[in-house]
């Protein structure tokens, strides 16, 4: 007569529609979970068949500028995360710009390296390494001696002494 068997009954109604709306979530959620997780692993596969290779190269060149413990990060866009030189870690928005540059052409030069690999491409580079010093500028005549062999890369300057260190180049004066 106080109508507890009717808000008994009522509450139990509501807890299993909690409970049908809770699995409800659940499997999607643990759905989610697993789209992700295929996702995520298909992801990392991609990533190491293009990108490994490539930071690869790009420490196998970058090792002729900065000495044999430099290594890069490298994001899944192909983008120079940080370099590390030294044990010393600097995000890349951190460098000078005359480290900036010299990794823009290695990372350029090992893309067209990679290439080669199945197709030569020539890489065009103009009036670069302004603000590299002479020492370093030798090193990267190193760098353009390592990849000019498997295929072609085309400089345009108005400081020719600038790739003196570039031993196989074959200058044209226009």
Do not use: W
Request: charged share 30%.
């Amino acid at each position: 007569t106080e109508g507890r068997k009717g808000h008994l009954d009522a509450a139990e109604t509501e807890r299993e529609h909690a409970a049908a709306q809770y699995r409800q979530v659940h499997r999607r959620a643990r759905a989610a979970e697993m789209l992700r997780s295929v996702m995520s692993r298909h992801r990392d596969a991609t990533r190491q068949r293009y990108a490994d290779p490539f930071r690869l190269e790009v420490q196998r060149l970058g090792r002729l500028v900065f000495g044999e413990d430099f290594d890069v990060d490298v994001d899944s866009d192909l983008r120079i995360c940080t370099r590390t030189v030294s044990g010393r870690t600097v995000p890349y928005e951190s460098l000078s710009g005359g480290a900036k540059e010299q990794l823009a052409i290695v990372s350029r030069l090992a893309g067209a390296a990679l290439v080669a690999n199945e197709d030569n491409v020539p890489v065009i580079i103009d009036d670069a390494l302004g603000f590299t010093d002479a020492e370093r500028l030798v090193k990267m005549g190193a760098v353009f001696d390592a990849v000019g062999g498997d295929g072609q890369v085309i400089v345009l300057t108005c400081s020719p002494q600038r790739y003196a260190g570039v031993g196989a180049a074959h200058h044209i004066e226009l």
